[in-house]
């Protein structure tokens, strides 16, 4: 019996995958299990194909091949961040985003532990209006106002409907002519820059606070971030922010939680960039909460929280998910009319030189945004890569003790050969077995309060307007 990731493999599991079309023997069902289980069933694994040759002894020695493994080859997660592209490896993602939201929150990671006294905020920033959206009802009607009321093009100003929160018409415009698209695809752009401008208008602000020129405000206080881009559902991204203040050498600095709330409040404020279709700042709702000190569990619901919104794409459909290609590869596209007219905009802008800074097309499946889901300065936290080195260091390790050997005498040869599962049966096959290991991890208490939909923060979220 095959026992990989705790999970045990019977004979019913083998008849069972014989029966959608695989002739492959028990043994080797057991090894499609194993690399299945490696891979952590992910949507589109990528084939390998490969050697490792020990070189410790006075001969060369074959230690493992793939062509024993079935079809001769061995599986690797995507690596997605996009829940609907690849579920498993959004997972994976989503944990590690976690660890790094909580060790710069709590320590942990390399980071001391002491940060934890420090003071530390959580910002929301939003984008501002760009025209009337249909909302989802939260006890009354979606738009009140006179029916009569109508806009330059004959359409109603108020809408008296309910809308279930799952519709496609919650997040779009009342007037598809009245809406600033432009305006909305060139704040997604700009969005980026945006943030980096607020960050260093906010160590300027320190420095008022503290009465005292940058430079010496640079030595008194640095400003660690980690923020996450989330797409609300008009289309536009908005951000979430945890910010720490650090003194020197990770010593308490010398501002308080309210000096920093400050801050951040006039630094979001102030700052704008101008486009050829006006300007981009940030919208009225900018929310700032301070996160205080020793709430461990809190930390878990921030990092949770934050976590959620990195593997999220910008439709529900994930047909946003792959850059486009070209006006004939957008049409084919199914999409909300609203999320569409996003993307069609932001291409035919990319193709207007003005615009040009913005590389509007290849950004166009983002909607403009051309920035990172997942971002954090230097000296937050860990980083995802370290997270994901220690992670094959694992499994490196684990499959070293196996072949019982000094690492630098074993020379892997690697090449990718495919991607995806063989056949509709084995893909068929991997979704279940993914959906089962998600139950079972369900049950681990290690992972049950990224479950839940954190409840966290009760303000500050709010969408579309
Ligand atoms: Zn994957
Ligand atoms: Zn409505
Ligand atoms: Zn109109």
Not at 58 to 75: E, K, M, N, Y
């Amino acid at each position: 019996m095959a026992a990989t990731g705790g999970h045990e493999f019977g004979a019913e599991d083998w008849e069972m995958f014989r029966s959608i079309g695989r002739r492959i023997d028990r043994q080797q069902f057991e090894a499609f299990q194993a690399q299945g289980e490696q891979c952590g069933w992910c949507r589109h694994p990528i084939r390998i194909r490969g050697t490792v040759i020990d070189h410790a002894g006075d001969s060369p020695r074959l230690t493992f091949w793939t062509a024993a493994l079935p079809d001769g080859v061995t599986l690797k997660g995507c690596g997605s961040r996009r829940e609907t592209h690849c579920p498993a490896c959004a997972a994976l993602y989503r944990g590690d985003a976690r660890h790094l939201v909580r060790a710069g929150l709590v320590g942990g990671k390399g980071i001391p532990e002491s940060v934890v006294e420090h003071p530390v905020i959580f910002l929301t920033l939003t984008a501002p209006s760009f025209g009337a959206v249909h909302a989802e009802a939260a006890g009354g009607p979606c738009r009140p106002g006179s029916p009569a009321a109508r806009c330059r093009h004959g359409r109603a100003r108020s809408c008296s409907s309910r809308h279930d929160g799952r519709s496609d018409v919650v997040g779009s415009p009342l007037c598809h002519e009245c809406y600033d698209y432009a305006g909305a695809v060139l704040h997604n752009a700009c969005t980026p820059e945006l943030w980096r401008r607020t960050m260093i208008s906010m160590h300027r602000q320190l420095a008022a606070a503290l009465g005292c020129t940058q430079s010496d405000a640079k030595q008194l206080v640095r400003l660690s971030f980690c923020r996450v881009a989330e797409y609300q559902r008009r289309g536009i991204v908005h951000l979430h922010a945890v910010i720490r203040a650090d003194g020197p050498e990770q010593t308490l600095p010398v501002v308080s939680p309210e000096q920093l709330v400050q801050a951040a409040l006039r630094a979001a404020n102030g700052v704008t960039i101008v486009h050829p279709r006006g300007a981009a700042r940030w919208g009225e709702q900018i929310d700032v909460q301070v996160l205080e000190r020793s709430e461990k569990q809190r930390a878990k619901a921030v990092a949770s929280y934050v976590a959620k919104y990195a593997t999220k794409s910008s439709d529900d459909s994930g047909a946003l998910d792959v850059r486009i290609r070209s006006e004939w590869d957008l049409a084919k596209r199914r999409l909300p009319a609203h999320l569409h007219r996003m993307a069609e905009v932001s291409w035919e802008l990319g193709g207007v030189a003005a615009f040009e800074q913005w590389h509007l097309r290849r950004h166009a499946h983002s909607l403009g945004y051309g920035g990172h889901f997942l971002s954090k300065s230097k000296g937050y936290s860990t980083t995802l890569g370290a997270l994901r080195a220690a992670r094959q260091q694992w499994q490196v390790e684990r499959a070293r003790k196996s072949v019982e050997s000094d690492d630098r005498s074993l020379h892997a040869r690697w090449r990718a050969v495919g991607i995806g599962w063989a056949n509709e049966g084995e893909a068929t096959w991997a979704e279940a077995q993914r959906r089962r290991r998600e139950d079972e991890r369900r049950c681990a208490l290690e992972d049950f309060y990224s479950r839940e939909r954190p409840e966290w923060p009760a303000s500050g979220a709010g969408e579309p307007f």
